[in-house]
């Protein structure tokens, strides 16, 4: 499987904003629900945002609800995350990932990570 490519990150200030893209295979992007996940310095990868193979769903938890939206364009093959209103807590590398879909409900990453891009909120 093809690597993702994460890029946008950053070191921005608290309240501030940036949007995040992953680009992945052409072949297959369309073909499959994607997520958006981040890992804190010294904590595990978390779950943040995942998004349907035509955008019709999308789900976030509460942390970053109404903060944070995931948006896909399947010609360009890409994935974003707009996040805005950042905190100190969204410090974390952040990668995208092909998800498993069933149902409605969003299931575990295929597992193919790219390098992340690197977010820093500090005042």
């Known amino acids: 499987q093809v690597q993702p490519t994460e890029s946008g990150g950053g070191a921005v200030q608290p309240g501030e904003s940036l949007r995040l893209s992953c680009v992945m295979s052409?072949?297959?992007?369309?073909?499959?629900?994607m997520g958006w996940f981040r890992q804190p310095p010294g904590r595990d990868r978390e779950f943040i945002a995942g998004i349907s193979w035509n955008s019709g769903h999308t789900w976030s938890p509460p942390s970053v609800k109404d903060r944070f939206w995931v948006t896909r364009d399947n010609v360009k093959a890409e994935l974003y995350l707009e996040m805005n209103d950042l905190k100190p807590e969204d410090t974390a590398v952040y990668y995208c990932s092909a998800v498993r879909w069933n149902d409605g409900i969003f299931g575990e990453p295929f597992g193919v990570w790219g390098r992340g891009t690197q977010v820093i909120v500090t005042p």
């Open positions: 052409e072949r297959t992007f369309s073909k499959y629900a």
